[in-house]
């Protein structure tokens, strides 16, 4: 699966399937994307390569555990990243320029969802994470 940011300069393939799919509705990834709710997939780090623009990814630390990845010229979140899950890289469903090989199997942090988004599908819903 192909990657970019909305400037383009940013460009990552994720080489193999992701390990599992979910769609966030922290606060966090709600402010962080301007939006109600983030579907990730789970990549292994080790699988995604950077085509062009890495230099162009600054780092937010989110929380003490966190990274989000984001393109400084556009600001494009790019990717998620768990000092406690080290393998991993998690990216947003959205940036894919491609059908994502695994979608959505759960909802995750739906006690923080926002109080006007209404979740309209048959997935589980866990209160936190999983
Ligand atoms: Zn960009
Ligand atoms: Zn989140």
């Known amino acids: 699966?192909?990657?970019?940011?909305?400037?383009?300069?940013?460009?990552?393939?994720?080489?193999?399937?992701?390990?599992?799919?979910?769609?966030?509705?922290?606060?966090?990834c709600q402010k962080s994307?301007?939006?109600?709710?983030?579907?990730?997939?789970v990549a292994l780090k080790s699988d995604v390569e950077w085509i062009s623009g890495k230099k162009r990814v600054r780092k937010f630390a989110s929380s003490e555990r966190v990274r989000?990845?984001?393109?400084?010229d556009c600001g494009t979140n790019i990717y998620f990243y768990d000092k406690d899950c080290p393998n991993h890289l998690d990216i947003p469903l959205a940036?894919?320029?491609?059908?994502?090989?695994?979608?959505?199997?759960?909802?995750?942090?739906?006690?923080?969802?926002a109080a006007w988004e209404s979740i309209l599908d048959d997935l589980p819903q866990h209160s936190a994470s999983y």
């Open 1 to 28: 699966m192909n990657a970019s940011c909305l400037c383009g300069q940013v460009k990552l393939e994720i080489k193999t399937a992701f390990i599992s799919s979910s769609i966030c509705h922290c606060q966090q």
């Open 33 to 41: 994307h301007g939006a109600a709710n983030a579907a990730y997939g």
């Open 68 to 72: 989000r990845g984001f393109c400084k």
């Open 95 to 113: 940036i894919l320029d491609s059908e994502p090989s695994v979608t959505p199997q759960c909802h995750i942090f739906v006690d923080s969802k």
